[in-house]
T-cell receptor
Framework: DTEVTQTPKHLVMGMTNKKSLKCEQH?????MYWYKQKAKKPPELMFV???????INESVPSRFSPECPNSSLLNLHLHALQPEDSALYLC???????????FGEGSRLTVL | DAKTTQPPSMDCAEGRAANLPCNHS???????VYWYRQIHSQGPQYIIH???NNETNEMASLIITEDRKSSTLILPHATLRDTAVYYC?????????????FGAGTRLFVKA
């Protein structure tokens, strides 16, 4: 299995909702990442987990809450989001935590 | 901050070679050059990486200058499906730096 699977593919939520994005990989990779991508912009790093521990938080607002329950799973919990948080959220994994990344297809989030 | 600079866009005729340049003048001795591409609304896809020697795989060739301050990704026979944004990234290979940052990338248009 060489895939990073993200669910859901599309999510629409209101500003008062609580929702979660899910990412799964079964390649035994040590590092997992969340990126946010706005239209016509490059992916922007949000969080990095290494061996299930949060190693990087790029000053992301607390309305985004990551969680790594085990080495294969990465969640991003969303609460009280703003319309400007609407974007494509990309999950990636890396065998060595370097530039070799395997990306999922992304979850497209719309906040109303 | 991204450590690479790339032209914002390039055109290429179908069937011709596409040569995408990248400047990474502050690259460190332990940093590799990685290339990714992102087709519209999909997750970025790894293409190739290298340290100082030229590299080739089934997708592309990577030419790195002797001083390692710049590189060129070559798609030998571009097809319409190669229309995408191409990202050049520098990152350590083995030290697990984790902070893989994307620059603005080059938007390649392959025209029939």
């Amino acid at each position: 299995d060489t895939e990073v699977t993200q669910t859901p593919k599309h999510l629409v939520m209101g500003m008062t909702n609580k929702k979660s994005l899910k990412c799964e990989q079964h390649m035994g990779h040590r590092a997992m990442y969340w990126y946010k991508q706005k239209a016509k912009k490059p992916p922007e790093l949000m969080f990095v987990y290494s061996y299930e521990k949060l190693s990087i938080n790029e000053s992301v607002p607390s309305r985004f809450s990551p969680e790594c329950p085990n080495s294969s799973l990465l969640n991003l919990h969303l609460h009280a989001l703003q319309p400007e948080d609407s974007a494509l959220y990309l999950c990636a994994s890396s065998p060595r935590g370097n530039g070799e990344l395997f990306f999922g297809e992304g979850s497209r989030l719309t906040v109303l | 901050d991204a450590k690479t600079t790339q032209p914002p866009s390039m055109d290429c005729a179908e069937g011709r070679a596409a040569n995408l340049p990248c400047n990474h003048s502050t690259i460190s001795g332990n940093e590799y050059v990685y290339w990714y591409r992102q087709i519209h609304s999909q997750g970025p896809q790894y293409i190739i990486h290298g340290l100082k020697n030229n590299e080739t795989n089934e997708m592309a060739s990577l030419i790195i200058t002797e001083d390692r301050k710049s590189s060129t990704l070559i798609l030998p026979h571009a097809t319409l499906r190669d229309t995408a944004v191409y990202y050049c990234i520098v990152s350590p290979l083995n030290t697990g730096g984790f902070k893989t940052i994307f620059g603005a990338g080059t938007r390649l248009f392959v025209k029939a």
